[in-house]
């Protein structure tokens, strides 16, 4: 026969394991690339539609943002519409005829 202290400790040591299988399974779970994938797809989708909400109701400030970023991106491009054109090269004068007396 079994003492009841040591039945005890065997039935408290099969519930532990039990419970760590468990936690180390939903570890496994939350920390799989799908899961993650899955959570990240869902706040990104969460946050478009907040973004899409938000322009519908000041499309002015978007328009403007938008405007502002594009020529942030563009900067190069547009200083060069505003510069001033180099001088085109002086013309060379022609070479002289050489007299055939």
């Known amino acids: 026969m079994i003492p009841p202290t ?3 400790a065997r039935a408290d040591a099969l519930i532990k394991r039990a419970r760590l299988q468990a ?3 939903e570890a496994k779970h939350r920390l799989s ?3 993650i994938a899955s959570g990240v797809a869902d706040d990104l989708r969460d946050k478009a ?3 899409v ?3 519908m109701e000041r499309p002015g400030v978007a328009a403007g943002i938008a405007t502002g970023v594009v020529a942030l ?6 200083a060069r519409l505003f510069r001033k054109a180099p001088p085109p090269p002086p013309i060379a004068p ?3 005829v050489p007299n055939k007396e």
């Open 6 to 8: 040591l039945a005890a």
């Open 23 to 25: 936690s180390v399974a």
């Open 33 to 35: 690339p799908s899961t």
């Open 49 to 51: 539609e907040d973004g």
């Open 53 to 55: 909400a938000i322009v």
């Open 73 to 78: 991106l563009a900067r190069k491009r547009i």
């Open 94 to 96: 022609p070479p002289p």
